[in-house]
């Protein structure tokens, strides 16, 4: 009967860790990008509802320094939405992301043929390699995606206050900040684990012959 060898969780985490580690300029390299496009992406939705909520008040003088600031308001509109262009910058930053995230990980698959191959010698099932990537991205992830989102929300609030003054404070929308905060951060770990499917399934499916053959 083939014997199985169980990873646990706490081992793989381990093993994520120390690689992360291992590699920690490159791995900050490409949390740095995750941080600038979810930062990004949390400015621009945070920003929208600074000024949705300062809209909804109805005050003629509120809806005039909106409209001094850029903001396309038509009569009767109760709300704000990003314009075209901006949709267009936030996709494409976040697709930049991705396609930074997917070659920082193939190259890591590179790096690590024979560490890849001698857990698999060793009887690593190909769901336990899956694991330790997914593990790494997910630390990452979550890491980039909380940083960018927070440096965004406070960003979008200090241009708030700089474009509308002290008095903005006031006008704050607390929960919506939350909530497109909390968005800000779940797209943020779905890109990171998104970017790392591809690279991690090549590398469980690996041959650990072909993989320690390799020279390094």
């Known amino acids: 009967m083939r014997r199985l060898i169980v990873l646990p969780w706490k081992k793989s985490i381990e ?6 580690r291992a590699r920690f300029f490159r791995s900050l390299i490409t949390t ?22 300062m809209l909804a008040t ?17 009569p009767g509109d109760t709300s704000l939405a990003a314009s075209p262009k901006q949709r267009w910058i936030i996709t494409l930053s976040l697709l930049v992301c991705v396609v930074g995230i997917i070659n920082a990980q193939l190259m890591s ?11 698999k010698c060793l009887g690593a099932l190909d769901r336990f390699i899956v694991r330790i990537f997914v593990m790494e991205a997910a630390m990452q992830g979550f890491a980039g995606a909380l940083v960018g989102a927070v440096v965004g929300a406070i960003s979008a609030f200090l241009a708030a206050l700089l474009r509308f003054g002290p008095d903005t ?10 909530l497109s905060t909390l968005i800000a951060l779940v797209t943020g770990i ?14 469980a499916r690996m041959q650990p012959v072909e993989a ?5």
Request: with cysteine.
């Open 15 to 20: 093993i994520a860790y120390k690689s992360i």
């Open 169 to 178: 404070i006031n006008l704050l929308p607390w929960q919506a900040i939350f």
């Open 58 to 74: 109805g005050d003629p003088s509120l809806c005039q320094m909106l409209m001094r600031c850029g903001y396309d308001i038509l």
């Open 212 to 216: 320690m053959r390799v020279e390094q």
């Open 190 to 203: 779905s890109l990171s684990l998104l970017g790392v499917l591809y690279p991690a399934i090549m590398a």
């Open 109 to 119: 698959v590179t790096e690590r043929f024979r560490e890849i191959g001698t857990m």
């Open 32 to 53: 740095l990008t995750l941080v600038l496009a979810v930062s990004f992406l949390a400015f621009s939705q945070v920003s929208i509802d600074i000024a949705d909520n």
